[in-house]
């Protein structure tokens, strides 16, 4: 099956700084990528739409100056969680598509803002 | 027994026998639906899925039903074994960018 490798698998940041989240397709060209959001004991909440080429589409409530999605090349989706609080706590994983409906998804990231 | 805490429901089974976890969808337009296995700490991992064109598809122990006038989808594991317990999620393709849309997901707790 294909596969999304996603890095850091894990991040301890401070509050105020920044974290760049990489998200890659090994072995397939992904035009569309996914950013989703889970908290402790909840299903995953879709944060982005990621497009190669153009800009992000982002949920409603999700701050797009505070979630800063790249989509620069066919393979490489990455996600900055800017000046960081708590509260952006989470773990966060991506998925990327074929043309087929299914979805792959990365390994997460887990970020914790002390 | 099944049992409904503050976010995720728990499902309790002894090892060996058969798990059944359930899952209402949202969109009736959705065309295609997946189960996916999510183990603490990990991103969530492919089961079996089923279009909707299909009520039944069967996997290896697993086997997937789908009732589209009810909006309902199951997910049946045979001879549950403890390297099953894990959060068993739901989704379809019914979301207005193509992406997912996850159910509530369902703790499967094996016990041995």
């Known amino acids: 099956g294909a596969v999304v490798s996603q890095h850091p698998s894990w991040v301890i940041c401070k509050s105020g700084t920044s974290v760049k989240i990489e998200c890659r397709s090994l072995?397939?060209?992904?035009?569309?990528m996914f950013w989703y959001r889970q908290f402790p004991k909840q299903s995953l909440m879709l944060m982005a739409t990621s497009n190669e080429g153009s800009k992000a589409t982002y949920e409603q409530g999700v701050e797009k100056d505070k979630f800063l999605i790249n989509h620069a090349s066919l393979t490489l989706s990455t996600l900055t969680v800017t000046s960081a609080h708590p509260e952006d706590s989470s773990f966060y994983i991506c998925?990327?598509?074929?043309?087929?409906?299914?979805?792959?998804f990365g390994q997460g990231t887990r970020l914790t803002v002390v | 027994g099944e049992s409904v805490g503050l976010h995720l429901p728990t499902l309790s089974v002894q090892e060996g026998d058969n798990s059944i976890i359930n899952c209402a969808y949202s969109n009736s337009a959705s065309d295609y639906f997946i189960w996916y296995k999510q183990e603490s700490g990990k991103g969530p991992q492919f089961i079996i899925d089923i279009r909707s064109n299909m009520d039944k598809r069967q996997g290896q122990r697993v086997t997937v039903l789908l009732n589209k006038t009810v909006k309902h989808l199951s997910l049946q594991i045979a001879a549950t074994q403890p390297g099953d317990s894990a959060v068993y999620f739901c989704a379809e393709n019914g979301g207005s960018q193509g992406n997912l849309i996850f159910g509530k997901g369902t703790k499967l707790s094996v016990k041995p």
């Open positions: 072995d397939f060209q992904a035009t569309t």
């Open positions: 998925s990327a598509r074929r043309p087929s409906p299914e979805a792959f």
